[in-house]
């Protein structure tokens, strides 16, 4: 199998000829730069750093890393609009297309942010004089033809193509989290107006991406986390409320316009969704993370297998950063034992390869996958 084969196999429930890998294919499967930079010097390449997100700090992988890896994804990420307040202010400040300010501590590995603009007294009336970035504007899409014809005509890989998030990241980002969640309650017209003013900022985005690359895209990522460590980040009563009806309106309008199967990325514990999330069109779901409440693979392989495919679940909260080379194999193998049955996985870590994870772990990790022939494909 092509490594394009191999991915589109097991995420259309197909047995692939063995678990396909994916790392910086998403700005949530790559990795940390401190932690790139001895990644590529152990391949004996001086690294030559690109970011794929300026919050995380994520880099865009190059292309020996990725082939000594034998990873089967490729990432194509969209554009920046041409006109917005975006700018860097320095290398430890910078100012997002919505308005955002993060600033880096000295030390600091990741950008946290300290201005949320429409954080405090707002009203309805003020969203509506709120300089909204332009969707159509022309730097969203200007690079994304370029990215493609890249992994067509030099790797045989999947192309994973990003639309932006529909509603939850850039609404709590613009408003802050304290005055986010007592919206829900205190002011629920106010939490519709600020996601429609969102949503159909990004839902055009999206529809401008693919009507540009989408019908020639394998994978369609798009994220908002949805769930916290412990539990749900609100009620299923809001979830139904506020949610519901512009996740079904985002995921359909992505399979009118395409044919690449939808993957989610929600980090937490989101177990309580996942009916909710195949019924609206979620075909992938990530980054099944393995410590959080109710997230357990087997369980989650029992109930929902047959109707989703699982895309992550190698732990990294605890194992990679502070297990042994050889517990880093053993999670290996049991991912791909209890998920890897049938297809329906794709190996990778549970979001970001964080800078405290040894490049030792990185690299078993895998290299134990390519190496490790499952109790399903033997006789």
Same mark, same amino acid.
Request: one cysteine or more; charged letters at 20%.
């Given at each position: 199998m092509t490594h394009r084969e191999r991915l589109m196999a097991a995420v259309s429930h197909r047995q692939p000829d063995m678990v396909p890998l994916d790392l910086g294919s998403t700005v949530?499967?790559?990795?940390?730069?401190?932690?790139?930079?001895?990644?590529?010097?152990?391949?004996?390449?001086?690294p030559q750093i690109q970011l794929t997100n300026q919050m995380m700090r994520t880099v865009k992988l190059e292309e020996p890393v990725l082939e000594a890896l034998d990873i089967d994804t490729r990432g194509i990420f969209m554009g920046a609009p041409d006109r917005s307040p975006a700018k860097i202010v320095s290398d430890y400040e910078y100012i997002d297309l919505w308005g955002c300010t993060r600033v880096r501590p000295k030390g600091g590995y990741y950008f946290d942010q300290v201005e949320f603009p429409l954080q405090g007294e707002l009203s309805i009336a003020d969203l509506a004089k709120y300089p909204w970035p332009d969707p159509d504007d022309p730097g969203w899409i200007r690079p994304l033809r370029q990215q493609l014809n890249w992994i067509r005509n030099h790797t045989d890989c999947a192309a994973v193509l990003a639309v932006p998030a529909p509603v939850v990241h850039p609404t709590q980002y613009l408003r802050g989290f304290v005055d986010w969640y007592m919206d829900l309650v205190r002011d629920p017209k106010l939490v519709e107006a600020l996601f429609d003013a969102v949503f159909e900022?990004?839902?055009?985005?999206?529809?401008?991406?693919?009507?540009?690359? /989408?019908?020639?895209?394998?994978? =369609?990522?798009?994220?908002?986390?949805?769930?916290?460590?412990?539990?749900?980040?609100?009620?299923?009563?809001?979830?139904?409320?506020?949610?519901?009806?512009?996740?079904?309106?985002?995921?359909?309008?992505?399979?009118?316009?395409?044919?690449?199967?939808?993957?989610?990325?929600?980090? /937490?514990?989101?177990?309580?969704?996942?009916?909710?999330?195949? /019924?609206?069109?979620?075909?992938? =779901?990530?980054?099944?993370?393995?410590?959080?409440?109710?997230?357990?693979?087997?369980?989650?392989?029992?109930?929902?297998?047959?109707?989703i495919a699982f895309w992550g679940a190698m732990d990294t909260q605890r194992v990679l950063p502070h297990g042994s080379v050889e517990d880093v194999k053993n999670m290996v193998e049991e991912r791909i034992e209890q998920l890897g049955e049938g297809g329906g996985y794709v190996l990778c870590a549970v979001h970001n390869i964080q800078p405290d994870v040894p490049t030792d772990n990185v690299v078993a990790m895998f290299e134990h996958a390519r190496e490790y022939v499952p109790s399903f494909m033997k006789g």
């Open positions: 949530d499967s790559s990795i940390v730069v401190e932690g790139y930079e001895r990644l590529a010097r152990h391949y004996g390449m001086e900022v990004n839902l055009q985005v999206c529809k401008n991406i693919l009507a540009e690359l /989408g019908p020639e895209a394998d994978i =369609i990522l798009t994220a908002d986390d949805l769930g916290a460590q412990n539990g749900p980040q609100f009620s299923m009563e809001h979830y139904n409320k506020h949610l519901k009806e512009r996740y079904q309106t985002y995921f359909g309008t992505i399979h009118d316009m395409t044919p690449a199967k939808i993957l989610f990325h929600t980090c /937490g514990s989101v177990a309580h969704l996942m009916d909710e999330l195949i /019924g609206a069109g979620v075909d992938i =779901i990530n980054p099944i993370q393995v410590s959080a409440a109710g997230m357990d693979p087997v369980e989650l392989n029992k109930k929902y297998g047959g109707r």
